[in-house]
Each structure stands twice: as structure tokens, then as C-alpha cells.
């Protein structure tokens, strides 16, 4: 363009750089060209300038580069997913070549040591029977437990009353024997039969007397015909005093052991086992809220005879055919007897028994025997029968209005 100076202003480049060479004919790059606007001339075919590309500028990417980096971030994902899917099903077992690979180390929780409810059962299954006798109104079914190798076994008299002296027991493995009832004494439902096989495994005996309220316990027997059945739970009392028994039948008294481990019909007779499998009661009765006639069924509250008594009682059994039975040598109840639960009331005292020998008179109001109060006449028979024949206990007693303790030196009945 005329009247335009020829120096360059290419920022240093030279006039003759390609990249400038129309720097000096643009108005807005030279700020001493004269104002104009400047129409575009139209280029003639084939006279186009050659397009420049700016080396500095950044390159601008193109379609297929813009559809190419989406594509490969998905099949690296896809890849990858596709890795991650088929280590964890290797790793659950599916897919892999060899149904059941292999486990793992076992859980330290299912190794079920020794001391283990688990592993208590495991010991104490196998001295367990299922009992079962024929009688005039049909079969009888209970439970049992091995208690030596020639195949004593202890039970209810109540599983075994009014049957024909024959029985079957049924073991843990499933296979049975012959059995024949040796004794029992209904006053404490306590019976012992022989199994007619060698060589079986007693159970461990524990002591009754140290148990203490919250003692873990378990349960075994054969429920409603569940043979094999364990259940679990504590020892919700002790010395809890019963009286039990059918119309027309015996009277049963005991201090029994209260547990909330689940105990149903079948489970007569079976053992009560402490945390360390060893038998510290005999399941006897439960407590039902059915009306009189009904099935029972369990509500937590069983209860057993305690181990000394039934282990002192079968013992008299298996060597003489029948059990002494402990008392105190005095009568309760009667006319009079009434202390609106304060103790229970002496009608008559034996002259040469044992209540008398430790200074006891009638009329006095026994309010404690052993430690354990007295408020029912049953608790006191219950309470006496407990203990083995000579043990001297000590009785808190009222006489008038004074209290006072004596020893007394318990004996077995006359019969």
C-alpha cells in the first residue's frame, strides 16, 4: 500500500519472514498507517496463498482422536472389571475347575474346643439313652444316662411306673438293648435299669452342692420323641422345694434345681450337665400354664433332682433293691399348724428321733433348716430328704417367742 515506510515491525522476524509478510499492509498492526477500511480484493483461482500453519500454536486434535481416547478409557475399564469379576468369582468357588476347593483356615470359633458348649455336648451325647417301657395304657418313653460299664442307667420312677419290668433303651449311635428295671423309689422319682450290654461309657458326676445361681447348664434327652436333643440355659434357683405327683399315685418331694433350659416331655429322666459335662441333676418335672389333662409344654421353668441325692439314692438301690429315705423323727401339719408363712409348725416329735434327741418339741415353728427358710410343711420334707442319713444340720427354730439353733443328726426311715 503507498506511503507506507518499508521498515519492518516483525517484532525482530525480518521483512522477509513468511509469517509477517502481510504485517505492513494491516492498519491495526502499524499504529502510523492512516485510518482506512480496506475491502478484501478478490484472489484469482489458483493465486491462493499457500495456508501457514502457526508452529507455536497447539495442535488441535481431530475427530478420530477425540472418539479415540473415550474408546480405549472404556476398554481399559472393561478390561479391567472383566479381570476384577473373575478373581472374585475364583475366590467364592464359582467357575473354578474343581467344585468345593478347598477352604480356608477355620474360624477360630468353629474349632469348638473341649470347654465349648459344643464340645461339652459332644462328650455327654453318648452316655445318653432314649427309655422306653411297655405298660397296660401303651408305651412309655423317657430319658436316661449311663452311670457305669455294665450298663447301669439312671431314669424317673415316673418313666418307669406301671410298666412290666421290661424295658429298651435306645442309644446315641441309634441301636438298641434289652433292659430290665432294677429298683425304684417313687418318693423321690428316682429308678435305676440295667441295660444288657458291657463295655459303654458312664457319665462324669458333679457335686450339686457348689452350684451357684447363673451357672451355665445343658439339657439332654429326647424330647416329644427327639432323641439326641441338647438344650441350653442356667440355673435359675436352688432348693426349690416340690411336691409332685399323678391322682391316686405317690407323693413326690424333692429340693430341686430350677433351670430355664428347655425341657419337655421325653426329657424325663435325662441329665442336667454343668459347663464342664459333668451330670449335676436329674430332669424331672416342668411347670405348665395348661389346665389339668392338657399337653405341657416348656415355659423356662424345669426342674431336676439334685445329683447327690439321685447318685446317693441309686446307690442304694443297685446294692440293696431299695432307698432309704432321710427324715427328722417329727409330724407337720394338722390341726394348728397354721403361721401364715413364718415357718413351719412341729405337731408331733418322736421321742427317740432325731428331733428329739437335739431338744426339738411339738409346737415348735421351724423357720429354717440347712440355711434354707421354711415356709410349707413340703419345704421341710423336701429340705430333710436332701441330705444322706446322718448328716447333722442345723435348724433355726421359735419356740414362744424366742429363737434358737439346734444340730440335728438326721436319720433313715424305719421301713
Partial sequence: ???????????????ESPWWSDALADPWRDPNAPTAVVLPVAVAAGTEPERVTDPDS???????????????????????????????????????????????????????????????????????????????????????????????????????????????????????AGASVVGQDPESDIAVIKVSRNGLRPVEFGDSDALAVGDPVLAVGSPLSLANTVTAGIVSALDRTMHAGEPGGPTRYYAAIQTDAAVNHGNSGGPLVD?????????????????DGQE???????????????KRITQDIIGTGKARRTVIGAQVGGPGSS?????????????????????????????????????????????????????????????????????????????
Avoid: C, W
Fill in 339 to 415: 403361721t401364715n408363712g413364718s415357718g413351719v409348725r412341729l405337731g408331733t416329735v418322736e421321742p427317740s428321733g432325731p428331733a428329739a434327741g437335739a431338744g426339738l418339741r411339738a409346737g415348735d415353728v421351724i423357720l429354717k433348716l440347712g440355711g434354707r427358710p421354711t415356709t410349707e410343711p413340703t419345704d421341710l420334707i423336701a429340705l430333710v430328704r436332701k441330705y444322706a442319713p446322718g448328716s447333722v444340720v442345723t435348724v433355726e427354730y421359735r419356740r414362744g417367742s424366742t429363737r434358737q439353733n439346734a444340730s440335728v443328726t438326721l436319720a433313715a426311715d424305719a421301713k
Fill in 296 to 310: 405341657a409344654g416348656n415355659i423356662g421353668l424345669a426342674f431336676a433332682i439334685p445329683i447327690n441325692q439321685a
Fill in 275 to 291: 459347663s464342664a459335662g459333668r451330670v449335676i441333676g436329674v430332669n424331672s418335672t416342668i411347670k405348665s400354664l395348661v389346665a
Fill in 1 to 15: 500500500m503507498a506511503g507506507v515506510p518499508s521498515t519492518p515491525r516483525d517484532g525482530g522476524h525480518g521483512a
Fill in 58 to 176: 497447539p495442535d488441535r486434535p481431530t475427530l478420530g482422536q477425540l472418539l479415540l481416547v473415550p474408546l480405549m478409557i472404556a476398554l481399559l475399564a472393561g478390561m479391567l472389571g472383566g479381570a476384577l469379576g473373575y478373581a472374585f468369582a475364583i475366590r467364592a468357588g464359582a467357575g473354578g475347575p474343581v467344585p468345593g476347593a478347598a477352604p480356608g483356615p477355620v474360624p477360630t470359633l468353629a474349632q469348638r474346643p473341649p470347654e465349648s458348649l459344643a464340645g461339652v455336648a459332644a462328650r455327654v451325647l453318648p452316655s445318653v439313652v432314649t427309655v422306653r417301657v411297655a405298660g397296660v395304657g401303651g408305651t412309655s418313653e423317657g430319658s436316661g444316662f449311663i452311670v457305669s460299664v455294665d450298663g447301669y442307667v439312671i431314669t424317673n420312677d415316673h418313666v418307669v411306673a406301671g410298666g412290666t419290668g421290661k424295658a429298651s433303651v435306645i442309644f446315641n449311635d441309634g441301636s438298641s
